[in-house]
């Protein structure tokens, strides 16, 4: 049988988890803001850059909206008008 698995060990396996998905979480944050300021077409509807204001999703209300917004905050999605 294997030795259980001290708490501790626990504790640091959930700790390094945590930093590494806060790190992957902002990598992933500065990759949505580039792509949603390049010349790419839009990774949520399709439509090239400069057709941005026809997303049938409306613009706020496409993804690439909400990426866009997502610069000079401190990484987190705009919280929904009230
Ligand atoms: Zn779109």
Known sequence: MSE???REALMKTIENLTETNEQLSTD???LRIIISKSDIDCIYCGLPKKDMG????????CGRADDLLMEDTDGTEPEPAV
Do not use: L
């Open 54 to 61: 026809k997303c049938a999703y409306g613009f706020p209300g």
């Open 28 to 30: 992933n944050d500065t």
């Open 4 to 6: 259980p698995i001290s």
